[in-house]
């Protein structure tokens, strides 16, 4: 961590922060639910405090602390070996990355909703109209006298502006 400047120091507390509740249920989903969740995460959170100056800034910290914790995961499962109930490497595995899959539809899910929150309000009263309440095109640019090439235009432009702060928003890690 001597490697870090305090900006990058600052940066990785707010990430790691903003990951607890993920980490927590990511734990908590590979333990089946075991009372040894938080002291795994505390143990992950160590790992990643002693790993920070080797986390790489330029790419998402969420899929890089999850790796992390699964490992610190199956390293519980080994203590924790001689009891009865513990799922193999490959079943642990198969959680793993389901639940980041769902992970990351769940932060898309919140990104869009983000960025649909920063759209000016007629763009996003169309983009209501259109995908919300499923009205057409021609009727929406109908009801505003406009030409339906001029709304499909409209639309693709807001899809594409929704497409670039979604990315943004993911890749700034952040919860949306």
Request: glycine residues 4%; contains cysteine; proline residues 3%.
């Amino acid at each position: 961590m001597a490697d870090m400047t305090p900006e990058q120091m600052s940066q990785f507390v707010e990430r790691l922060t903003a990951a607890q509740s993920a980490l927590y249920g990511f734990i908590h989903t590979l333990l089946a639910g075991s009372t040894d969740t938080a002291d795994v995460l505390q143990e992950a959170n160590r790992v990643l405090w002693r790993k920070a100056a080797a986390y790489d800034a330029a790419r998402p910290f969420l899929p890089w602390a999850l790796t992390v914790a699964r490992f610190e995961v199956m390293a519980h499962r080994k203590r924790q070996s001689r009891d009865r109930l513990v799922f193999d490497d490959d079943l642990l595995g198969q959680i793993a990355v389901e639940y980041e899959r769902q992970s990351a539809r769940g932060s898309a899910l919140h990104a869009l909703e983000h960025c649909l929150q920063k759209l000016p309000p007629a763009q996003r009263e169309l983009v209501d109209q259109r995908y919300l309440h499923g009205e057409s095109v021609n009727d929406i640019a109908a009801r505003q006298g406009r030409a339906a090439n001029a709304v499909s235009a409209l639309l693709y432009r807001i899809r594409t502006l929704l497409a670039t702060c979604v990315d943004h928003t993911l890749a700034r890690d952040e919860p949306a």
